[in-house]
């Protein structure tokens, strides 16, 4: 009972000491709280043991708050007791808006260090450190950046429209290696309208040319490069859960690994095109890359090609391999057959004696300048898609070219024979042919039915040869009626060949020894002849006659007559309504006679723009006034230099 007694008095003392104002008004004392409370305005609120009073606000027993970052108080019995805790570092904090000036970016922040004045300088030293590395990352990665896209749109122009339009996956992003721990703690975005995250191509749109590995290259590569081989893992998701899709090549080779010999120096590389020409090659170098769709290597010293060189490219469409230096033995069986999509083949300028054998999906074929000596029915086998075949300067004669050497191309649309040694026209040529070259050989006769079945022909071109017009077979040309353009230049015609083809509309004459036109000779054509070239011959003026243009009255608007012997005005221009180009210059006329060019009897001005009588002997002072009235502009007529006169 005495114990209970002594225990009530001693609650009592403590109560009533506890009650008594504080003289300096009111605050607590508590020397175990003084420095962590010394800043905030904590009161004991009289009557109840259990609230705080803090700043004028009244918490209740086992109330928390948090004054500041990384504090927090909390009321027990009536007493504010605050402590520090550790801060978390967070994964993705609020970027600062202020610029951060790097060469001050070690100095403590006032601001900062007003507010976290209760952390130690351990603290507070790793946290800017890492928000400075942060900073510097986000700059080398956005510089970085800006030089991907500057290349980027250097390499665009220069590029196919096929080819931009289609996207190429590169084995590794062009991104700066930096700490993983800086990126988590300081966050890796930035506020452009791009993604972010490694695995995803938004911000790689421009980054479709890349340069290739160092390692296998030569020490400068101009402009455009190769790419990176073509990554086989797949793109991880990103942290929101979208799937990255990446775009597809097209055409796609399923786990292909890209490959390339070294290359020299001065070749031009893009992801779909390699472009070596004149770099001094002596083998072509081995590639494998379904991405490659061009390759460019004329002008070389290329000796050989194996079959596993082009093996690697199965997408390969344009190959140029002019002006080196193969020849039978530089060339596998079928080094060329199994490009199954090589559309493209161009050979000039080698040493080959015989057309190697070629895929089925060409449809241009260039063999110019080599040393084939023969073509059999089985040369063209299978290229029933080719549409361009050229093989000038060739040993081709009458006797190596058999007649059914052109079957199997069923679509050639462009042959091209010139500079060879054939005496007459080769037979057997494919219906669908629209244009032959035949220039620069010794061809004296074009024999009846020859041309029979080229009946879509519209250009012949049979100049620089020796034909005469009495070796020209009467109907040898007479039923090409889509025959547009005739060139007869720079043979031994002494007239102009007679049963030409109804259509024409371009004969070209120039440098022959053709003496006279013959009289309705142009009767039968419609709509007639639009240009008419007899310059460099040895017409005369008794060599036209009045009807000589008879069929081109509606139709004629070039008629050149220079550099022949006329001394005369020729008869029959008259006639010509629709000529806007006339030209005899380079002759020896001496007068122009009141109605040589101009009809006095007309009403209508002439369509004539162009008179040229320059070199002649014409004396202008004895030019009739109305001579030329009829043509609208005194300068379409030329008159300077005569032969009599210096004229600079």
């Known amino acids: 009972m005495y114990s209970f007694l002594c225990m009530c008095v001693c609650a009592a003392v403590l109560v009533t000491e506890a009650k008594q104002p504080d003289p300096r008004g009111g605050r607590l004392k508590s020397s175990s709280h003084t420095e962590g409370t010394s800043e905030y305005d904590v009161r004991f609120h009289p ?40 801060c978390p570092q967070l994964v993705a904090p609020r970027v600062p808006q202020v610029k951060v000036n790097m060469k001050n970016a070690s100095r403590p922040h006032a601001v900062r260090s007003r507010r976290l004045n209760m952390k130690t300088d351990t603290e507070t030293r790793p946290r800017k450190t890492a928000q400075v590395n942060s900073f510097a990352a986000k700059k080398q990665m956005s510089t970085q950046k800006r030089k991907k896209e500057d290349f980027a749109a250097a390499v665009r122009p220069v590029l196919s429209p096929d080819i931009q339009s289609s996207h190429v996956l590169l084995e590794k992003k062009f991104v ?77 080779v399923p786990n292909a690994k890209s490959y390339m010999e070294s290359l020299p120096a001065g070749c031009l590389l893009s992801y779909s095109l390699i472009a070596c020409g004149s770099t001094g090659m002596t083998h072509f170098p081995i590639i494998r890359d379904p991405g490659i769709r061009a390759i460019y290597l004329a002008d070389n010293k290329i000796t050989k090609i194996s079959a596993r060189a082009l093996a690697g490219l199965p997408n390969l469409e344009w190959l140029d391999l002019s002006k080196n230096k193969l020849d039978d033995s530089s060339l596998g069986p079928d080094v060329f057959r199994n490009l199954t999509k090589l559309r493209r083949l161009i050979l000039d300028g080698n040493n080959l004696t015989k057309v190697p054998a070629l895929p089925s999906s060409l449809v241009e074929l260039k063999i110019n300048d080599n040393s084939l000596s023969g073509l059999t029915p089985n040369t063209f086998k299978g290229l029933s898609k080719l549409l361009t075949l050229e093989l000038e300067d060739n ?109 024409l509309r371009q004969l070209v004459l120039h440098h022959n020894h053709i003496e006279r036109i013959p009289g309705y000779v142009f009767g039968h054509m419609r709509p007639g002849l639009d240009s008419l070239d007899l310059s460099h011959n040895k017409l005369r003026e008794d060599g036209i006659d009045e009807v000589s243009f008879i069929g081109l009255q509606h139709s004629l608007s070039e008629l050149l007559l220079n550099h022949n012997q006329l001394t005369s005005v020729p008869r029959g221009l008259l006639q010509l309504k629709a000529l806007h180009v006339l030209r005899l210059n380079s002759n020896f006329i001496s007068y122009i006679p009141l109605n040589g060019i101009c009809d006095m009897r007309a009403a209508e001005d002439s369509p004539l723009t162009a008179v040229h009588l320059q070199n002649n002997l014409i004396d202008r002072r004895l030019i009739p006034p109305t001579a030329f009235s009829c043509i609208k502009t005194y300068q379409s007529v030329l008159l300077r230099p005569q032969r009599y006169e210096d004229y600079d």
């Open 47 to 86: 009557g109840r043991s259990s609230q705080c009073l803090v700043n004028g606000i009244t918490l209740f027993e086992g109330a928390a708050w948090s004054p500041e970052p990384c504090k927090v108080c909390q009321c027990r019995s009536g007493v504010a007791s605050c402590n520090n805790t550790p």
């Open 395 to 503: 040993h081709f004669h009458d006797g190596n070219v058999s007649p059914l050497t052109f079957a199997p191309l069923r679509k050639l649309i462009y042959l091209r024979l010139d500079d060879n040694n054939f005496r007459a026209v080769p037979s057997g040529l494919p219906t669908s042919l629209q244009e032959l070259r035949l220039s620069d050989n010794r061809i004296e006769v074009v024999h009846t039915g020859v041309l029979n079945k080229t009946v879509n022909l519209r250009v012949l071109d049979v100049s620089h040869n020796r034909i005469r017009e009495d070796r020209i077979a009467p109907r040898a040309w007479i039923h090409l009626l889509k025959l547009e353009m005739l060139d007869l230049s720079h043979n031994k015609l002494v007239h102009v060949p007679s049963f030409l083809p109804a259509g």
């Open 176 to 252: 700066p290696k930096t700490n993983k721990n800086i990126l988590l703690s300081t966050g890796h975005f930035d506020h452009d309208d791009d993604d972010d995250y490694d695995s995803d191509d938004d911000d790689d749109e421009d980054s479709s040319v890349q340069k290739a590995n160092t390692a296998n290259r030569r020490p400068t590569v101009p402009l455009t490069t190769k790419p990176l081989p073509i990554p086989n893992s797949r793109a991880e998701a990103p942290p929101t859960g979208r799937q990255s899709v990446r775009p597809k090549l097209q055409p796609s």
